[in-house]
């Protein structure tokens, strides 16, 4: 400790309090996996006087919508990034400790402290920010960058722009940590991520020490509440690169809400069927989960009643009457089964699809989305037979949840005319194409909504498209209008690099999103900003404006197909309408 304390002073991290009233916390050194030692500062009492504001973080599950299929990849990590941040002289007297017999305060901001994460992620989003108004494609985990693009060259050149401006902020990235040479396989937030063979996994080392404590385990299968909740800490995280790895936790999260809350170090034998889910997790570590589930979609919607299931599979519609057995069910295990009897009765249309599921079931929804849950055992039970089938097919369900009025008949379920509808009235739409020419097809349209005479649905009803669901072909077009759902246009900048022709994309105007590099690097003109929404645009299932409209700006921008096309952006003025 006496080395530890000597290079913080040296650092200037700590120094001799200069103050004699403050909040003494204790502190102590670990060792690290490479034999140096790490400080850690204790301030979990102090954290008990503030209170925090809500932020969010992005996470693993952000990543897979970031990337794009064989993206080049660098990672770049910051030294002691903490410390470069400044306390406030006057608040360092509560950042103190005592080493002996003398008081040392924080000059710096420490890890451990509640407020710490939001004031350093404040600081390095800002920079993600202005890296992204470069053309810069980055997401940003506190000290931990992760850049991509479609081309190494760019992207060697990129991260070396991104290291000058951390090193000009004063930031100095960990060249040990980070990976500065683009690659298609990196290691970022814990889990490996390759772009060419579209996998995520468990770092090695990661495999190696979980094997560990789960053999452990089996060897002597007793545990406490402490080490169970560990155990399920672990293996949560892990659960995201583990195909159905939620699922086969859920039972051992069951089985250790059993232990004892008022002695949690007392040991207790593990259930049976919860050693049996720990061997399931020994033998699946090395499995890799898909990092985007199959582009060819279908869309599925499902219904359930007192007389039976149904469902609409691409335009044509399906039902069955319950046994006597399945009459006594609850509605929500009719209702999962009914999802689970669709890909029996369609296994070879559905295999190796990706299923958009449409259910009026909440409950439903959030079981297959987070595989299982905890409340039912009927329900996880369903959930299992699903799910497993689902996976034995390479089937990747994907819920979303439809209102209950939107779905009344159990053999005609479709969202087709009462989902919102977005359009841009001809007041509008008129002056884009004259400036940029009238698009061939509209790509994300109904019936009513569509602005050009050609239009593909996502409703296998219509019969007047071109075709079903605009992923489902690829995008050759001389221009196309490009309409999509929001949470869409990660796909579809996906989707546009085995593309070719140009598009005019219609997105909001979100400045601070992760897309936004990749977006004005397609661009082979600055946007059409449109302002005055309330007069140009309507919601077609109301016949109104949408809400909150007047907070909304759109912007039109034309861009290309093809991964070439993305190598660089254009920064102009824009004109606003």
């Known amino acids: 400790m006496d080395q530890v304390m000597k290079e913080m002073i040296a650092s200037e991290i700590i120094s001799p309090a200069s103050v004699t009233s403050g909040f003494l916390s204790p502190m102590f050194s670990v060792l690290k996996p490479n034999g140096s030692l790490r400080p850690i500062f204790n301030l979990k009492r102090l954290n008990s006087y503030l209170k925090t504001k809500k932020f969010r973080l992005i996470n693993h599950l952000s990543i897979p919508d970031f990337l794009q299929s064989n993206d080049f990849m660098v990672s770049i990590d910051l030294s002691q990034a903490y410390c470069h941040v400044p306390v406030l002289s006057r608040h360092r007297r509560f950042l103190s400790l005592v080493y002996r017999d003398r008081v040392y305060s924080w000059n710096c901001l420490p890890f451990g402290l509640a407020s710490a994460p939001q004031a350093f992620a404040q600081l390095t989003n800002w920079v993600a920010q202005f890296l992204r108004d470069k053309g810069l494609r980055v997401v940003v985990y506190l000290d931990d960058f992760l850049l991509a693009h479609q081309c190494a060259i760019v992207l060697r050149a990129q991260a070396a722009y991104a290291i000058q401006i951390l090193n000009f902020l004063g930031w100095t990235p960990n060249l040990q940590k980070s990976r500065t040479i683009p690659s298609q396989a990196v290691k970022f937030l814990g ?24 053999r452990s385990l089996l060897c002597r299968p007793i545990w406490s509440l402490k080490s169970a909740q560990s155990l399920i800490g ?47 997790w020994l033998e699946n570590l090395v499995q890799s989960a898909p990092l985007h589930p199959p582009i060819r979609r279908i869309f599925v919607s499902t219904d359930a009643s007192n007389w039976g299931w149904g469902a609409t599979i691409s335009g044509v519609h399906l039902s069955q009457k319950w046994t006597k057995e399945q009459e006594l069910w609850h509605i929500n295990r009719k209702e999962l089964y009914g999802v689970r009897a669709v890909i ?175 977006l004005k690097a397609r661009a082979s003109a600055p946007p059409w900003v449109i302002r005055n929404l309330r007069a140009h645009l309507v919601d077609l299932s109301t016949n109104y404006p949408p809400p909150l409209v007047d907070e909304l700006v759109l912007e039109v921008w034309r861009i290309r197909g093809g991964v070439g096309s993305s190598r660089a952006g254009l920064i102009r003025t824009r004109p606003c309408f």
């Open 234 to 280: 672990s293996l949560n995280f892990a659960a995201f690169a583990i195909p159905l790895g939620r699922l086969h936790l859920r039972r051992i999260q069951l089985a250790h809400r059993r232990l004892s809350r008022l002695n949690p170090r007392l040991l207790r034998p593990i259930p049976p069927r919860a050693l049996q889910e720990i061997r399931w």
């Open 344 to 518: 029996l009765r369609n296994q070879g249309l559905l295999t190796n699809h990706s299923l958009i599921l449409q259910s009026d079931n909440q409950t439903v929804c959030a079981y297959i989305r987070k595989q299982g849950g905890l409340r039912s055992a009927s329900l996880l039970l369903e959930t299992e037979k699903l799910l497993n089938l689902s996976h034995s097919l390479n089937i990747t369900i994907k819920p979303f949840f439809i209102p209950g009025v939107l779905n009344t008949l159990a053999d005609r379920l479709s969202r087709q005319s009462s989902l919102p509808d977005w359009h841009l009235k001809p007041s509008i739409t008129s002056k884009i194409f004259q400036r940029w020419g009238t698009p061939e097809i509209d790509l994300f349209a109904s019936s009513r909504s569509k602005v050009t005479p050609n239009y593909v649905s996502i409703h296998p009803e219509d019969v007047h498209a071109a075709f079903i669901d605009a992923f489902s072909r690829p995008w050759n077009f001389n221009l196309a209008w490009v309409f999509p759902p929001p949470p869409l246009i990660p796909q579809v900048l996906h989707f546009l690099n085995q593309a070719s022709g140009s598009y005019l994309l219609v997105v909001p105007r979100w400045k601070k999103v992760f897309w936004r590099a990749d």
């Open 191 to 214: 889990i490996m991520w390759n772009t060419v063979s579209n996998l995520v996994s468990l770092p090695p080392e990661s495999i190696r020490s979980l094997s560990q404590r789960l």
